[in-house]
């Protein structure tokens, strides 16, 4: 058993030696790599940018929009609309329980004829004093008397029909129509809810009218004149197209210091367009715009971001001299520059051009 035990450990002994000696005979292959090298050149980012135009973002927005709400308190009994049903001017959209309306104007209808009866009643008695007094068989006193009460008479019948005005235009407020043609964009709420005044129900937008509100901040605001020509991408499509300045807000009260600019869009230009739709708008101006952010911001050129389904990041170069793309958060874009966010430290260099594709662990070299 010993001796059985000892020739199989020295064969298999052998076996590994005669492995070993045959793989150190052979030559060590060269890896093959189809990588080169890509020439690069990296940038710092920088705090200022300077342009020929202004440069905002904006959104897509009906030139006319309207919350539709009732100045009646009451069940809703109907909303004959939904979300991205066209509307015509005229049209019914919602109903609200008009019970207690009706009563009151049934009231008011009882009191009317109730007044118009006393004045039938107060005429006759003014004109048969009337009468009497020019043949001095009343008194002055009398007619008098008689006077005030037709009067009282004709006050209470105006009363009553005001009173019905009062209901019927209360009514008209249980039954809600479309102020103009255009598309039903939300609707907020539904049969059966309680309508209360003020609270929007349906929000309806002109349909096919569009223009783009962008904010300008305080200091290229001067430069802005009405009639300007704006170049406007939009993101969404891809898109460019030209706009025209229509309006320039002269107050920034309530837009913490921006000025908001309304851009018309021409009808040609309005197919496949849809509000809410995120726009970059550029505005040439004839004198230089220096744009100075705040001291911690960092601008990288527009042409270095890289964009991946909805993320954006930017490459750099790792210790190993190879390409790492770095993702980001973008802010404002001033120009041909945007702001870095997050992601990209202010002076952290990054990669702003390449002779070739980029992409994870690439080897690339520095120009």
């Not at 109907?78 to 009563?103: E, M, W, Y």
Request: glycine share 6%.
């Amino acid at each position: 058993m010993i001796a059985a035990r000892f020739l199989s450990f020295v064969t298999v002994g052998s076996l590994l030696l005669s492995l070993a000696a045959c793989s150190g005979d052979e030559k060590p292959g060269t890896l093959q790599s189809t990588d080169t090298a890509v020439a690069v050149t990296v940038t710092t980012p920088s705090g200022n940018t300077t342009a020929n135009s202004i440069t905002a973002s904006g959104q897509v927005e009906a030139v006319q929009t309207a919350n539709i709400s009732t100045r009646v308190m009451g069940y809703i009994t109907s909303i004959p609309v939904k979300v991205g049903d066209a509307v015509k001017a005229g049209q019914l959209l919602v109903s609200i329980n008009s019970t207690d309306i009706q009563a009151k104007r049934a009231q008011t209808d009882a009191m009317i004829a109730q007044a118009q009866a006393a004045v039938e009643s107060a005429k006759k008695d003014y004109d048969r004093f009337t009468v009497l007094y020019a043949k001095q068989s009343a008194t002055a006193k009398e007619l008098d008397n008689v006077t005030l009460q037709y009067n009282a008479a004709k006050a209470n019948l105006e009363a009553a029909k005001q009173m019905r005005n009062e209901a019927n235009a209360q009514l008209s407020y249980t039954n809600i129509t479309a102020p103009f043609s255009g598309i039903v964009t939300q609707k907020l709420m539904d049969a059966g809810s309680m309508a209360t005044p003020g609270m929007p129900i349906l929000t309806i937008e002109q349909n096919g009218s569009f223009q783009v509100s962008a904010s300008v901040p305080e200091s290229q605001i001067a430069l802005l004149k009405q009639g300007s020509i704006a170049d406007l991408q939009i993101k969404s499509t891809g898109t460019t197209l030209k706009g025209t300045v229509a309006q320039i807000s002269q107050s920034s009260q309530n837009t913490g210091g921006q000025y908001i600019i309304k851009i018309h869009i021409a009808d040609k230009d309005k197919t496949g367009l849809y509000a809410g739709m995120y726009v970059n708008v550029s505005i040439p101006v004839e004198k230089a715009v220096t744009t100075t952010v705040n001291t911690n911001a960092v601008l990288v050129p527009l042409s270095a971001i890289v964009n991946k389904d909805q993320l954006s990041g930017v490459y750099t170069v790792s210790s190993n001299n190879t390409a790492m793309l770095r993702w980001v958060r973008l802010g404002n874009t001033y120009g041909e520059n945007v702001e870095v966010l997050s992601g990209l430290a202010a002076n952290e260099k990054f990669i702003s051009s390449a002779d070739g594709k980029l992409y994870n662990g690439v080897p690339v070299k520095i120009k």
